[in-house]
């Protein structure tokens, strides 16, 4: 299903146009990796430095829209928020005009959706949990990108250790996961309690507990991912 999707887009991948500035995917099979956790944290760290950001909402769970709603009875600043689905590939390059970067939190399987966005976006986040068990997880998640670079060569993909620890089980994970074939963030995220708390009220993390490790971490994150799809001189103003 995948091959077949990926070769029905390779010949209208170019059609359109790519949404504009850049756009960040958070993609992963396994349940549980705090992906859209780390999609509505970067989101929200991105508008907190003053940039016009459009989070996508592609999960049917639908962490990101719940997220949204809560800040708004809550009266927090929150970047904009739509879902998207199966259309995502058609609806998206409209959909982002006029905002600086895009973070699209995709569903915890391969889908058309999925492989919609890989065409559109400039750098795909794989998160990994803490455990071996969870580096196991990720090879469909690794295949989905390899697929995806033969269409489109110039598509980053990284690793990206969440709800990380300092022990040798951390260690070793990252170990792992270094041997997917994919680099690794320097960056990580820790299982802290701050996420969960900033995301039950509407917020980003580096807006309700800014001095917090928990902070930190999010914007080491976006920092690097700003390296990666904004070279110097393609960043807009707030950077």
Known sequence: MQACSLATLTARTFEGHRPPMS?????????????STLAV??????AARGRRVLLVDADPQGTAVT???????????????IALGDNLRAALPSASVGFDD??????????????????????????????????????????????AREVRPDLRAVLLL???????????????????????LTSSTGDRVAFREALAIGQGV???????????????????LDALTRPKGRRSKGA
Request: aromatic share 4%.
């Open 23 to 35: 756009t960040i995917a958070f993609l992963g099979e396994k349940g549980g990796a705090g992906k």
């Open 41 to 46: 944290n970067v989101a929200a760290e991105l």
């Open 67 to 81: 997220w949204a709603s809560i800040a708004a009875e809550h009266g927090h600043e929150a970047p904009s928020v």
């Open 102 to 147: 895009t973070v699209i939190d995709l569903p915890g399987r391969a889908s058309k959706r999925a492989v919609g966005a890989l065409m559109l976006s400039d750098v795909a986040v794989i998160p990994c949990g803490p455990s071996p068990a969870d580096a196991w997880a990720l090879a469909p998640s690794v295949e989905l990108v390899g697929e």
């Open 162 to 184: 969440n709800r990380a620890d300092r022990t040798s089980i951390g260690a070793s994970t990252r170990e792992a996961i270094a041997g997917l074939g994919l680099p690794v």
């Open 206 to 224: 580096t807006s309700y507990a800014s001095s917090s490790t928990a902070a930190a971490e999010v914007r080491a994150l976006v920092d690097e």
